[in-house]
Structure formats: structure tokens, C-alpha cells
């Protein structure tokens, strides 16, 4: 079970800022292109896209931007009250203009805690242009490669985090057998699925709460799927122990009554209970 507590994983992000790997924001120029109802995002609606949204990376930053004749050239002072995250969003922002079809390498930087000023030049090719940020802010951080090649588990981890309400501690496997080993935590359950993706069991569809259902207890070591026919429901158990799984069904169970359906549990042939 991932076990980093959730300010370990935030420090490391801030710590390690890395360039994030080239076409990471390509989709976002494609989407608010089609947002604005244009073929193609200009210099000029990337201007009119930043005064409308000074948060677009989740943090207030305040830019003022100096746009040459041509559109060419620009020079941008960037500048927050929260020194620790500016030159991580600074790092973004040039990489955003770096894309297809605004192309602006990073000429120079010039930085100071709470400032930062840019330089930026248009250039023909998203490479060079891309290569220009790795050379201002440097190269890209192995942790970038890690989540990339680990995408289960980072969403998993994520997914935990979220779960524990984003506070410090994340319990181990062997705690939380000890808690359901005492009772039935349906209502824990319902107020899990609903933290974590968004919306109450009542208003969820029977089988995405099977889904989330099956998604958690994976996560926790717990079961090993969940598997429904029709009206039936058959839990694949990792634990042997019958007080366990007669827990574990009866908290499924109750939190599937919640959405105002009903399964019965089909009780396997090798099943020892």
C-alpha cells in the first residue's frame, strides 16, 4: 500500500519542478482554441486568456506583458506574494507558450523572490523552442518520467490521498483490518466513494458504484475484484478469515442499498463458509 503521506509527495513536487515532457500543454492550446471558436490560438488570445485567468496552474500570478509591434517578441514580469510556487509556474507558463502554434522559446530570465522577468522570442520550431525552456530552467526531472511509466499506481496514489481527506497519515493495511475487524463501515464507505470521485452514492449509477467500490478495496489489499450478473454479486476475497468477509460483504452490501438497489451475494463453490 503507498504510504508517502501527502506532504512528502507535495514537498517533492515543489522541490523538483522539472519541465513537464514536450505536448504536455499542446491540449490545452487545442482546447480553448475550440472554447474560443477559432482554428488556432495567437499570441494576442493568449494575452486576452491570461488577464481573464490569472490562476490557470492553480496559483495567483500577475503578469504584466509586453508585446512587441510584430508580436514577435515579448517580455513578461511575472510576479506573486508566494515566492515558493512562482518560478514552478513561471516554468510552466513558458513551457504552455512554447507549443504548437505560439512557438516562443525563453531568450532570458532574470529572477528575484517574488519577481521574474522573461524574455521570449518566436521561433519556427516547437523543439527548439521547447529545448529553450529545458535550457532556462532545466533539464526534465526523473519524476515526470516515473509518473509516466507508473500511471496505475500514481493514480492509486492520488486516489488514497484524496481518500484520507489530504491529511498526514495514510493507514497501513494491518490498521485497517484491526477497524473492520470491530464493525460494519458502510456509512465510512458511502462518505469514501463520494470524497473521492465527486458524487453521492444516491445520485451515482449502480454500476459505477460497484466500480468504485471494487476500485477501493483493490486499492487496500482488500479483495481481489468484485464481479456482478445480473442481480448477482460475487466478491473474490483475499482474506480467509469468515468474521472478515462476512464484514466486508455486509458493508458492500448496505452501501449498494444506499443507491436504492439490491444484490445478493453468490457464494462460491470452493468457498469454505
Same mark, same amino acid.
Given at each position: 500500500? #503507498?504510504?508517502? +503521506?501527502? +506532504?512528502?509527495? @507535495?514537498?517533492?513536487?515543489?522541490?523538483?519542478?522539472?519541465?513537464?515532457?514536450? *505536448?504536455?500543454?499542446?491540449?490545452?492550446?487545442?482546447?480553448?482554441?475550440?472554447?474560443? &471558436?477559432?482554428?488556432?490560438?495567437?499570441?494576442?488570445?493568449?494575452? @486576452?486568456?491570461?488577464?481573464?485567468?490569472?490562476?490557470? #496552474? &492553480?496559483? $495567483?500570478?500577475? $503578469?504584466?506583458?509586453?508585446?512587441? +509591434?510584430?508580436?514577435?517578441?515579448?517580455?513578461?514580469?511575472?510576479?506573486?506574494?508566494?515566492?515558493?510556487?512562482?518560478? *514552478?509556474?513561471?516554468?510552466?507558463?513558458?513551457?504552455?507558450?512554447?507549443?504548437? +502554434?505560439?512557438?516562443?522559446?525563453?531568450?532570458?530570465? =532574470?529572477?528575484?523572490?517574488?519577481?521574474?522577468?522573461?524574455?521570449?522570442?518566436?521561433?519556427?520550431?516547437?523543439? =527548439?523552442?521547447?529545448?529553450?525552456? /529545458?535550457?532556462?530552467?532545466?533539464?526534465?526531472?526523473?519524476?515526470?518520467?516515473?509518473?509516466?511509466?507508473?500511471?496505475?499506481?500514481?493514480?492509486?496514489?492520488?486516489?488514497?490521498?484524496?481518500?484520507?481527506?489530504?491529511?498526514?497519515?495514510?493507514?497501513?493495511?494491518?490498521? #485497517?483490518?484491526?477497524?473492520?475487524?470491530?464493525?460494519?463501515?458502510?456509512? $465510512?464507505?458511502?462518505?469514501?466513494?463520494?470524497? /473521492?470521485?465527486?458524487?453521492?452514492?444516491?445520485?451515482?449509477?449502480?454500476?459505477?458504484?460497484?466500480?468504485?467500490? *471494487?476500485?477501493?478495496?483493490?486499492?487496500?489489499?482488500?479483495?481481489?475484484?468484485?464481479? $456482478?450478473?445480473?442481480?448477482?454479486?460475487?466478491?473474490?476475497? =483475499?482474506?480467509?478469515?469468515?468474521?472478515?468477509?462476512?464484514?466486508?460483504?455486509?458493508?458492500?452490501?448496505?452501501?449498494? *442499498?444506499?443507491?436504492?438497489?439490491?444484490?445478493?451475494?453468490?457464494?462460491?463453490?470452493?468457498?469454505?463458509?
Amino acid at each position: 500500500m #503507498f504510504s508517502n +503521506p501527502h +506532504p512528502l509527495v @507535495k514537498w517533492m513536487i515543489k522541490r523538483n519542478p522539472g519541465v513537464p515532457p514536450l *505536448g504536455t500543454f499542446r491540449v490545452i492550446m487545442e482546447k480553448y482554441a475550440r472554447l474560443l &471558436g477559432i482554428a488556432s490560438l495567437t499570441i494576442n488570445d493568449y494575452v @486576452k486568456l491570461v488577464n481573464a485567468h490569472g490562476d490557470i #496552474f &492553480g496559483y $495567483q500570478i500577475r $503578469q504584466e506583458i509586453d508585446l512587441s +509591434p510584430d508580436s514577435k517578441r515579448m517580455h513578461i514580469t511575472f510576479e506573486s506574494d508566494d515566492s515558493e510556487n512562482l518560478k *514552478g509556474s513561471v516554468l510552466h507558463y513558458s513551457c504552455l507558450l512554447a507549443h504548437h +502554434p505560439l512557438l516562443f522559446k525563453t531568450k532570458k530570465v =532574470v529572477e528575484s523572490p517574488n519577481l521574474i522577468i522573461v524574455d521570449y522570442e518566436q521561433c519556427e520550431d516547437e523543439d =527548439v523552442a521547447y529545448r529553450s525552456v /529545458i535550457g532556462n530552467f532545466g533539464n526534465s526531472h526523473v519524476l515526470f518520467d516515473e509518473i509516466q511509466n507508473s500511471i496505475d499506481y500514481w493514480k492509486n496514489a492520488v486516489n488514497i490521498v484524496k481518500a484520507d481527506n489530504y491529511e498526514d497519515l495514510i493507514i497501513s493495511r494491518s490498521i #485497517f483490518l484491526q477497524l473492520i475487524s470491530s464493525c460494519e463501515f458502510s456509512e $465510512q464507505l458511502n462518505h469514501l466513494v463520494s470524497s /473521492i470521485y465527486g458524487k453521492h452514492i444516491e445520485d451515482s449509477d449502480y454500476m459505477d458504484i460497484i466500480r468504485h467500490i *471494487g476500485t477501493i478495496f483493490q486499492t487496500n489489499g482488500l479483495i481481489h475484484r468484485i464481479e $456482478q450478473h445480473n442481480d448477482e454479486l460475487m466478491i473474490y476475497h =483475499v482474506f480467509d478469515n469468515k468474521r472478515i468477509i462476512d464484514i466486508l460483504n455486509e458493508t458492500i452490501l448496505k452501501t449498494l *442499498g444506499a443507491s436504492g438497489r439490491s444484490s445478493t451475494l453468490k457464494r462460491g463453490k470452493n468457498c469454505p463458509f
